[in-house]
Nanobody, 127 residues
Framework: QVQLVESGGGLVQAGDSLRLSCTASGGIFSSYAMAWFRQAPGKDREFLATITWRGGSTYYADSSKGRFTISRDNAKNAVYLQSTGLKPEDTAVYYC????????????????????WGQGTQVTVPS
């Protein structure tokens, strides 16, 4: 199965944009549905967005629509999360996750649906 490594986090200012990357190795990346979650201190892990194995379909949490965009490049074994207009409440550890799936119509939005996780990347937006 694949292993996942996130990158691109850091300290940004309110209103900034940021692109997180998640690179996979050790498996057939194109056979996995991918997702981004985040977890703020003291809070549950929150679903942000998911993308199907071919990248043809995406699904977003209501809270993510309009500010977050998920995409993938199967040739590069990578999935991305582009965020705009960052706010202090976006401060969290951001995780990518994978689940083997060839569905192009079903979206997995629960953290329990995913069995492969990266180590996370911290995004901090000071108030």
């Amino acid at each position: 199965q694949v292993q996942l490594v996130e990158s691109g986090g850091g300290l940004v200012q309110a209103g900034d944009s940021l692109r997180l990357s998640c690179t996979a190795s050790g498996g057939i990346f194109s056979s996995y549905a991918m997702a981004w979650f985040r977890q703020a201190p003291g809070k549950d892990r929150e679903f942000l967005a998911t993308i199907t194995w071919r990248g043809g379909s995406t699904y977003y949490a209501d809270s993510s629509k309009g500010r977050f965009t998920i995409s993938r490049d199967n040739a590069k074994n990578a999935v991305y999360l582009q965020s705009t207009g960052l706010k202090p409440e976006d401060t969290a550890v951001y995780y990518c996750a994978a689940r083997a799936s060839y569905s192009s119509t079903y979206y997995y939005t629960n953290s329990h649906d995913y069995d492969i996780w990266g180590q996370g990347t911290q995004v901090t937006v000071p108030s």
